[in-house]
């Protein structure tokens, strides 16, 4: 069936990977409407071969439109969510507005696609540093749950949008050049540093982008009781999210049994070879579907073959955010 879409935010990196997905996957629309804010009113851009205008979002900008894809940030989500609604549309988000709501699905296609068909209007797409580390950690938990889980990401400045990936390049440029870093879209330097991710920290001390895992995990895995705990770093790669992630099962389990189910696992390419030391770097994952999972080994400090630990490298751009949403979009159709 073809349907009326929107994009919402079409003119961010996640809303011009949301076109290069869409084409790439022939997703079956009708029309599309490109929507952003009033600053980019007018502009033009091609799909497909097509050209079209972007047009300022309004609440009118739904009518007559089936699923709405949003990348525009929260505010946004939170300000145009009636409108798709009671223009009969339902609203993907990628933005944290709802992600927390109970009557929102917050899905991740490989581990809870049943959840979609509860929606009321929105389904929640997670966080980019959740979903990297979930479709890794789903086939494994389901085949022996996992009890607790220790995660430290590595994330890119894709992360903070295009703007942050730009300064990533002239900080860079500057900093070799011996010019002064400017930091307008990170408060701090990014180009040959890192530092903890600057979220707001919440009153126990962990930042937003910490207990975003913690939180969207229990509702994604539907287990409240997990036990988990994560620290989030900036890093200064461009769009790639790495995530070191330490793993205490219910029973036993070998590095072998890992790899061999995460081999079959869907979204997941094992890269894990030992001979050569060749385990997944951001630049793997670049611009890739699926998610690079090595460095797979036991945990001995957990007792009776318990532990695991992974290395993980994801797009944040597409897995983490576009590619996710339109194949929640693709089971609406
Ligand atoms: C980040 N996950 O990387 C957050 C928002 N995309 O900063």
Redesign the pocket.
């Given at each position: 069936m073809s349907c009326n879409i929107a994009i919402a935010g079409v003119t961010g990196a996640v809303g011009q990977e949301f076109l290069r997905i869409l084409e790439e996957r022939d997703f079956p629309f009708s029309s599309v409407k490109m929507l952003a804010s009033a600053r980019s009113h007018g502009k033009k851009l091609t799909f497909k071969g097509r050209e079209y205008t972007v047009e300022e979002m309004t609440d009118k900008s739904f009518d007559g439109v089936d699923i709405a894809l949003f990348s525009a940030g929260g505010s946004r989500s939170r300000e145009f969510a009636d409108a798709v609604k009671k223009a009969g549309a339902v609203m993907v988000d990628n933005s944290s507005a709802f992600r927390m709501d109970p009557d929102t699905p917050l899905v991740v296609p490989e581990v809870n696609p049943e959840a979609i068909k509860d929606h009321k209007g929105i389904i929640a797409n997670p966080?980019?540093?959740t979903i990297i580390a979930l479709v890794p950690i789903w086939p494994l938990h389901n085949a022996n749950p996992v009890k607790r889980m220790v995660v430290s990401t590595y994330?890119a400045a894709s992360?903070?949008g295009q703007a942050a990936m730009d300064e990533l390049a002239l900080q860079s440029k500057d900093i070799l050049a011996g010019r002064e870093a400017r930091c307008e879209a990170f408060p701090y330097q990014i180009a040959f540093n890192l530092f903890c991710?600057n979220s707001d920290l919440k009153p126990n001390g962990y930042n937003e982008?910490e207990m975003k895992m913690v939180n969207e995990t229990r509702k994604i895995f539907s287990c409240p009781d997990i036990a988990i705990t994560c620290t989030c770093v900036r890093v200064p790669v461009m769009r790639a999210h790495s995530e070191s992630i330490n793993l205490e099962f219910d029973s036993p389990i070998t590095a072998d049994e890992v790899r061999e189910l995460l081999s079959t696992a869907p979204g997941v390419t094992v890269l894990d070879d030992r001979e050569n030391n060749r385990f997944p770097m951001p630049i793997d994952a670049d611009g890739k579907d699926d998610v690079y999972v090595g460095h797979i080994r036991q945990d001995e400090s957990i007792p009776d073959n318990r532990g695991i630990n992974l290395w993980v490298c994801g797009d944040?751009i597409r897995k983490g955010a576009a590619l996710n949403a339109v194949q929640i979009a693709e089971r609406l159709v």
């Open positions: 966080n980019c540093s994330q992360g903070a991710h982008e944040q």
